[in-house]
């Protein structure tokens, strides 16, 4: 849940900018621009700011819109159940009842006992109080899962169209970058990744899990986000790209990926001699720092967007923040290409 004072923070910023057209302008400004503020007579305008602070708060919007759109698919549920109850003649407390409550099992005795040895530290001393905490826990997990399932089995029926415009930052992308699928994929998924960063690491089988569901449908482009905190890290994104020169980045890309605490100099270049590069040009290209320039691009596009840790992705100008599991690619790719579909027919 997003802190109160973001919301009413970011509120109070859209009604600033919404009600500024309205309010007496003390200066003179192009024609059509909001001005939010004046300093020595002179116009600030929300193009202005919005340059100024836009990327800072794209992750703020972000939260906001997945908060309007839980609370949307909220709504959308209470009203398939109490269309579901009144066709069952029921009330919407004894549909419940009678969907997820009656429908969930209680927790055998092995499962509690279980339970209870594995997280034995983490419990009250007492065995028959342990045991009662973990049955209301794992109850409490059943029922959960179940209202989760039902409300899947409701929707899953009609048709559900989210109109809302989600917020959308802009990548800029040099056009040489790493890249996987096709240019006219009408989903874009930018990576912004560190090769000694376990979690980026973990995300390689979520996106190879993207690329064999969506196919062309997405296109993958890897951009750089070497932390100081990993010591080899900026020396492997330069590699990755003297291989690319050579037509290997994802070769080694994915070598890095399996072998994070293996990106020494040496380690690098005998791994570049193992997929038949041209050691001695790869090794000048790591030596004299011939992809610095690349990796800094990469760097300042990642503070631009306010991305400070990795990994990040930004689907369709869209933030995907963390580690994510598939299913969280899959809910803003799937809106992606049906937003597109609906597009192409109008």
């Keep these: 849940m997003i802190p109160i004072v973001f919301v009413v923070l970011a509120l109070s910023l859209s009604s600033t900018l919404a009600c500024a057209q309205q309010a007496k302008t003390p200066a003179p ?3 059509g621009a909001v001005v939010v503020a004046t300093i020595a007579g002179q116009p600030i305008t929300v193009d202005e700011l919005e340059k100024e602070v836009g990327s800072r708060l794209v992750t703020l919007r972000q939260q906001i819109y997945q908060v309007q759109s839980e609370a949307i698919r909220e709504i959308a549920f209470r009203r398939q159940l109490e269309r579901a109850a009144a066709a069952a003649g029921v009330s919407v407390e004894q549909l419940m009842q009678r969907e997820v409550t009656a429908k969930v099992s209680p927790p055998s005795e092995e499962e509690v006992a279980q339970v209870v040895q ?31 399932a039902y409300r899947e089995e409701l929707l899953a029926g009609v ?37 000694q960063c376990p979690f980026c690491a973990r995300s390689q089988a979520v996106l190879q899990q993207i690329q064999g569901t969506y196919g062309d449908k997405v296109r993958l482009v890897f951009k750089h986000l070497p932390l100081d905190m990993h010591k080899d890290a900026r020396q492997a994104a330069e590699a990755s790209l003297c291989a690319a020169d050579q037509g ?10 399996a072998n994070i605490n293996q990106l020494a100099k040496p380690q690098l270049i005998a791994q570049a001699t193992a997929l038949g ?9 790591l030596t004299e720092g011939e992809k610095a320039d690349e990796v800094n691009a990469d760097m300042m596009t990642a ?6 840790g990795t990994p990040a992705f930004v689907v369709n100008g869209r933030m995907v923040m963390g580690a994510q599991p598939f299913e969280a690619f899959k809910e803003v790719i799937d809106d992606e290409i049906a937003r597109a ?6």
């Design 303 to 308: 503070r631009e967007l306010g991305i400070t």
């Design 118 to 148: 594995q997280y034995r530290s983490r419990l009250p001393a007492d065995e028959e109080q342990a045991k009662t905490v973990v049955l209301q826990g794992l109850t409490q997990q059943r029922l959960q899962q179940r209202e989760a």
């Design 341 to 346: 579909s609906a597009a192409a027919r109008r």
């Design 277 to 285: 590069l041209d050691v001695d040009r790869f090794t000048r290209c």
């Design 29 to 31: 400004a192009e024609t």
């Design 248 to 257: 290997k980045f994802w070769e080694l890309h994915d070598w890095m990926f």
């Design 159 to 195: 048709e559900l169209r989210i109109l809302l415009e989600p917020p959308r930052a802009s990548v800029r992308l040099a056009g040489h970058e790493p890249a996987r699928g096709p240019a006219e994929a009408p989903v874009t998924v930018v990576e912004f990744s560190d090769f």
